[in-house]
């Protein structure tokens, strides 16, 4: 059998902001696609629903992302490096080590408990809004804030170091930095939470997520701080990012949007639905593996050695739900892989599921009349970072 051609990824100019990049859902075919990406790596990209479940789950393939396909075109790596305390880049015993005990940070119930509060910080920021008035910017006066505020809160780092966290993410996401910028910010982050894990240490409570680390685990210092910093980054990019994607998803679907207007507290299912249909229309590849035998996938044989990276586009496989290329706010909820799948599933999912329905049903029930000041299609989106978002969302609401 003759070699497939390898495309480069296709990693620019979307044809829409809500959509995937152009020519990539061509690129993906019907099944395993070879592509070659910016930073010189050659990968596999897996697009079914079946597909990105087995490479997500089967322990042949590695999450090591030493000299993974990137999409930074400059500079080197920053994310993924097999460092102590990284644990989305570890595998078997050594990962569910770091991962286990910090899972009960991340329980529905004690997320639950945090309802109130993420309720109260919602409200404070819109009431800001307001207080502000039209036309506002939904992702500095909301998307960046609230997220930012809410890990901080759970991992117990006091707010007036927000601006620090959000600065050591951008390095840490920007696609175009430089691994010596990112461990400038990292370096000064640390500085930071080493205080608070010598306070925690005094105090002896296991309250919040670095309290719980500290006086709960047997984490050594480097380990603790790696752990906080991604909890940071990771806790606030996705979500703030995705609080405007749904928000513009919604405004570009008024039938879908009417539907959560309707009936609010249906917020929960509304969420899951908007997760697996926002983030399958933007595709794009992500979440590389490295193949440790030879494993088939969907009928073709992944070699030992290489990478595999897994398409988002699966969630609109018909294998997982009946019209899935359709946003359908009425669908029951379904198991997309908006979070991932298997052993490094997101941590933070609940957490993120609280931010995204408290901050949806609020915005809408608050606001009944809000919506975009400027056509969608002609607002600026974030295509320097790693994780996609728009820049700026002026909205009007009287
Ligand atoms: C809408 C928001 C979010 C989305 C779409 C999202 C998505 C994901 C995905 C797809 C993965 C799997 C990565 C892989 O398999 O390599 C992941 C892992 C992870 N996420 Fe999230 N995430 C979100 C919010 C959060 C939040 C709020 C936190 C924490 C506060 C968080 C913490 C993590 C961590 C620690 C991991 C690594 C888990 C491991 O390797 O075992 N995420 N996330």
Redesign the pocket.
């Known amino acids: 059998m003759t070699e497939a051609a390898v495309c480069p990824v296709p990693h620019e100019n979307r044809t829409h902001p809500l959509g995937a990049p152009a020519g990539f859902e061509e690129a993906l075919g019907n099944g395993p696609v070879k592509m070659l990406w910016p930073n010189g790596v050659e990968a596999w990209v897996v697009s079914s629903y079946a597909g990105v479940r087995q490479v997500?789950s089967d322990s042949r393939f590695s999450?090591n992302k030493e000299g993974a396909p990137e999409m930074r075109t400059e500079g080197e790596q920053v994310l993924g490096l097999p460092e102590p305390g990284n644990?989305?880049v570890m595998d078997g015993d050594e990962?569910l080590r770091l991962?286990r005990p910090l899972s009960r940070a991340f329980m529905v119930k004690r997320l639950n408990e945090m309802r109130p509060r993420i309720q109260e910080i919602v409200d404070q920021h819109f009431d800001e809004m307001e207080r502000r008035g039209e036309p506002a910017d939904l992702v500095s006066s909301v998307c960046l804030p609230v997220?930012s505020l809410v890990?901080a809160e759970?991992l117990g780092v006091a707010p007036e170091h927000q601006e620090l966290f959000q600065a050591t993410s951008r390095e840490m996401f920007g696609k175009n930095g430089s691994r010596a910028e990112y461990e400038a910010k990292a370096a000064e982050l640390g500085e930071v939470l080493a205080k608070v894990v010598e306070e925690k240490k005094a105090s002896g409570s296991t309250d919040d997520l670095i309290g719980l680390m500290v006086n709960d685990t047997d984490f050594e210092m480097d380990e603790l701080l790696m752990l906080a910093i991604?909890?940071l980054a990771?806790?606030h990019e996705?979500?703030s990012n995705?609080f405007g994607l749904f928000t513009l998803t919604l405004f570009e679907n008024p039938d879908q949007l009417a539907v959560l207007k309707r009936d609010p507290s249906r917020a929960d299912v509304i969420v899951e639905e908007l997760?697996r249909y926002t983030?399958g229309k933007l595709g794009g590849a992500g979440?590389a593996r490295r193949a440790l035998e030879d494993v088939e996938v969907d009928g073709v044989t992944i070699r030992a050695g290489d990478w595999v990276t897994v398409s988002s586009h699966a969630n609109l496989d018909e294998q997982l739900c009946p019209h899935a290329g359709e946003l359908d706010l009425e669908r029951r909820a379904v198991p997309h892989l908006?979070?991932?799948f298997g052993?490094?599933?997101?941590?933070?999912?609940n957490?993120?599921r609280a931010e995204?329905q408290i901050l949806l049903r609020t915005l809408f029930t608050r606001f009944p009349d809000v919506r975009p000041a400027i056509p969608v299609a002609e607002m600026a989106f974030r295509e320097d970072m790693i994780t996609y978002g728009a820049a700026a969302i002026p909205v009007v609401w009287s």
């Open positions: 997500l999450a644990m989305n990962h991962r997220p890990i759970l991604g909890l990771a806790g996705t979500t995705f997760l983030i979440l908006g979070f991932g052993p490094h599933q997101c941590l933070g999912a957490l993120a995204l």
